[in-house]
Every structure is written in C-alpha cells, then in structure tokens.
C-alpha cells in the first residue's frame, strides 16, 4: 500500500469516526449517522478530485466505502468509549484534517500544479468534509468560526514545501507536514489564539439588515 492511500485511508477513519460522534449529537438515526460519516470522510476529497479532473477516489476503490462501513459500525458500538474522551470529536477532526492536508497536497503535486494551488487543494481536502458534515448537522462550519482551521491546514502545506525543497524523504514529509497541521491546531486552542474579528463587541450585527 503506496504512502498517499495508506494516509488517505487513515483520514477516512479518522474523519468517520468525527461524522459518527457529530450526527450522535444530534441523536440521529441509524441512516442519518452513516450519511454524516460518509459525507465527512469523503467529501473533501471528492471535491479535490472534481476540481482537479481526478477520477473521485471512492467511486474506484470500494476499500473507502468499506473502511467507512465498518468504522461507523463500530465506532457506534463503542460509543460510550468515545465519549469518555475528553473533546474526541475536537481530537478526531484534527487528525483528519492533518491527514487529509497532505494526502491534498500530494496529489496536487502529481496533477502538476503550482506550489500555491497544491496547498489550496490541500486545505479544501481537509476542511470541505467538516463544512459538508457542519452544515447538514445544522452547525456554523467550523471554518468560519474564529478558531485555526483552515490556517493550520496551509502551513502544513508550506511545510511540506519546505521539507521538499531540503530533499527530506516523502515518507518523513507526509508526517512532519501532518504533525505540523495537528500541533497549530492543537496550539491554538489550548493557548486560545483565533483569528482576529471584524466585528467590534459594542457593535450591533442586526444594524447590517
């Protein structure tokens, strides 16, 4: 198993497991869970896949829709487990994120694209299953919050860029360059750093309407 499905694959768990414990939030049924599952460990990638004119990667391979099967069986089956993890939706999403970044990026690079847009589709991998999965949970994404999301996402990329350009090993970059994704993340919130607001507290939103 080649470095780029090996990873992707662990992002689909990954993010299976975050889609499960979101559409469990919501106490939704069987069917619901799975779609949220689903939606959230594949539909960054499908995205990537459409715009970069890839064949999309789980139409061709059913271990994708297999691994999500069985990941959203159990991780219902043990979902007490699960939630005695402190914020195990937070850590999951994360380590989706970071997984998906570089499996984004990589193949940008076998596409042939800029270093630029690599990152871009690298960031959209990462974060569109979580902006799918939020919006028919009913949340505001998490990507339009304040926190660092998408930010954590493209300085894993610029890593892996500059990892490439000191001949690292491709094997060593996909890990450095997903560690870096999950510690920004990770650092972020426990120091409680966020994007800067537009908005001032005395301001009233409802002025705009």
Do not use: H
């Not at 768990?13 to 106490?27: E, Y």
């Not at 690298?122 to 919050?145: H, K, Q, Y």
Request: proline share 1%; glycine share 10%; net charge neutral.
């Amino acid at each position: 198993m080649d470095y780029i499905l090996l990873v992707d694959i662990l992002g689909v768990i990954t993010f299976s497991i975050s889609g499960v414990l979101s559409s469990l939030k919501k106490r939704m049924d069987a069917f619901g869970i799975l779609i949220i599952a689903f939606v959230t460990s594949v539909g960054g990638g499908t995205i990537r896949d459409i715009l970069i004119g890839s064949e999309v990667m789980w139409m061709q391979e059913m271990i994708y829709v297999y691994v999500i099967l069985i990941t959203t069986i159990l991780a219902v089956i043990f979902r007490k487990k699960l939630a005695y993890m402190r914020k195990s939706l937070f850590l999951f999403d994360t380590l989706g994120i970071g997984l998906y970044t570089v499996v984004g990026v990589e193949k940008g690079i076998s596409y042939g694209f800029s270093a630029e847009i690599c990152i871009a589709i690298g960031t959209m991998s990462a974060c569109f299953g979580g902006v799918i999965r939020d919006t028919l949970c009913n949340e505001i994404p998490v990507i339009f919050r304040k926190e660092v999301y998408a930010t954590a996402c493209i300085l894993g990329g610029l890593s892996y860029f500059l990892l490439l350009e000191l001949n690292v090993p491709k094997g060593l970059i996909f890990i450095i360059a997903g560690i870096v994704v999950i510690l920004v993340r990770l650092a972020a919130v426990v120091f409680k750093i966020s994007l800067p607001s537009i908005y001032k507290k005395e301001e009233n939103i409802e002025d705009y309407w």
